[in-house]
């Protein structure tokens, strides 16, 4: 009998629920605020669920090497992935509103701290 795998990728899907719900509400609203929220929920999400992926691919005592392998290169990729995110949406996208942009990435990285723990609490 094995450790059982944390639900932590759950977390990303309830995040996207969140996320699209929040869109559509703020798209009655105002369409460039929800692209702009939209776009920084998205950075907070896809780069966590890279991790999220790297982190918990190996697990047990004899996999050590390979478990500290794996969360160094996840926390190195979703810091280049959130990077990039930015770059992307501001460099491409200059009509969103920075204001909203960051208020949906720091809305996501709340809620994921919430549901992790959450789901490492079940």
């Not at 920084?40 to 392998?69: D, K, M, N």
């Not at 996208?93 to 720091?106: E, K, R, S, T, Y």
Request: glycine share 10%; with cysteine.
């Amino acid at each position: 009998m094995g450790i059982k795998r944390p639900p932590v990728y759950r977390v990303a899907v309830k995040q996207l629920l969140v996320l699209m719900l929040v869109g559509v509400v703020l798209g009655v609203i105002d369409t460039r605020l929800a692209w702009s929220v939209v776009s920084g929920g998205l950075i907070a999400i896809i780069p966590h669920f890279y991790f999220t992926v790297s982190a918990f691919r190996f697990q047990g005592a004899a996999a050590a090497a390979q478990v500290t392998r794996s969360f160094n290169r996840g926390e190195a990729g979703k810091f280049v992935l959130t990077l990039l995110g930015f770059a992307c949406v501001f460099g491409f996208l200059p009509q969103l509103q920075a204001g909203a942009v960051f208020a949906g990435f720091i809305g996501m990285w709340l809620l994921q701290v919430w549901l992790t723990a959450q789901a490492l609490q079940a």
